[in-house]
């Protein structure tokens, strides 16, 4: 087939895909595109073998799984056996995390934030948006020949192309950043994570000179910890939906799962400062309190639940099963718990005494021949 023929059959191919987007013609590209990059991952890297890691990947991705809203592509995960820090997602819904980078993490507040934002690739169909606009160039370029052009205009034509590319490359990351600020707080992740996680790139990768830092195909990490930390300190902003006081007592609700009771503790006050009626957040921290051993707390705040919300079932099944502990610590707690008849008592005060003469017995013994060692000894001069 010519280049000619070839041509014309990638501009209906491209051109047609817009038409069809009601007919999952999209996903099914996106599909293809994932099957030729799992066969690449295949070649390059060997799954890890550690079922930890993997089990880990799987339990923290499930939570961003049911809230991604690719409900057409559903997300998969894998770890990879390379000690490279990095990350990536396939435009079938394939994420794959490195070793390296699961080794650097020290809390799943940071996986979930990375699994987030390769969610937020697939979500926002990156690899198809790069697939077409590589067409579009890649066909535009066989129509005009460029290899018959001058030299001076091929370059200037590739230095346009890479440039437009790597700026659209860091428009895709800053996107996919913000996306999973969004769906890990909807998974009831710590948004912090992302922010923990951008300072240790920062710390690795150091300030970059200005003309790395625009040709990097990634933001630096510097840039992007500063948009992470300014995105978590208006947390009523990352989902629209979710004011202030609902993003905390999600998070909270999050760690009290993962039974991190005094950080949940700590998001469930930080509502509660904002909205000290505001039940969920009064219910968890009962639900904290009461799981923590802070039985006082937990009644309290069951109350105060019941108080608002007389039928509420979850308050009143706590404040029973706070009441109950209550009643058996009362019930158990005993100062002499066995006392004694008075004929024990005679008994264990003379074997008190016999004790405490066998003792000065033992210390008169060890007097007497520490006296006759010393008398026998040579002098030392």
Known sequence: MGRGASSKILIVFLFAIPLLQGCDVEREIEKVLGV??????????????????????????????????????????????????????????????????MEMMETEDELASVLAHEAGHVAARHTLKDFRRNLLVSTLADLGDLEKQ??????????????????????????????????????????????????????REGRPSRVLVFLSTHPPA????????????????????????????????????????????????????????????????????????????????????LQREPDHPEAREGLERVRRHQARQEASFDPDPHPLSPLEREALVKEILRWQVLLERLEEKKRNIYSATNAIAPPLY
Do not use: C
Request: net charge positive; glycine share 6%; no cysteine.
């Open 150 to 203: 001058s030299r001076w205009v091929q370059a200037s034509a590739s230095l346009i192309w890479s440039l437009t590319e790597l700026a659209f490359s860091r428009q895709q990351e800053y996107d996919a950043d913000r996306y999973g600020l969004r769906l890990a707080l909807i998974g009831r992740y710590d948004p912090r994570g992302s922010v923990d996680l951008f300072d240790k790139f920062a710390k």
């Open 36 to 101: 030729y990059s799992q066969f690449y991952v295949s070649l390059v890297y060997t799954r890890s073998k550690d079922p930890v890691l993997a089990e880990l990947t799987e339990s923290v991705g499930s939570r961003i799984r049911e809230v991604t809203p690719r409900k057409d592509m559903p997300i998969k995960y894998g770890v990879l056996d390379s000690g490279e820090i990095n990350a990536f997602a396939l435009s079938n819904g394939r994420i794959y995390v490195l070793r390296g980078l």
């Open 222 to 305: 510097v840039d992007r910890v500063e948009r992470a930390r300014a995105g978590v300190s208006q947390i009523n902003r990352i989902v629209p939906q979710l004011d202030a006081v609902s993003a905390h007592t999600l998070i909270g609700d999050g760690y009290l799962q993962r039974s991190l009771f005094r950080q949940a503790l700590a998001h469930y006050q930080r509502a509660l400062e904002k909205a000290p009626d505001y039940v969920p957040a009064l219910l968890g921290s009962g639900k904290a309190n009461e799981a923590w051993g802070n039985f006082k707390a937990a009644k309290e705040a069951y109350e105060k639940v």
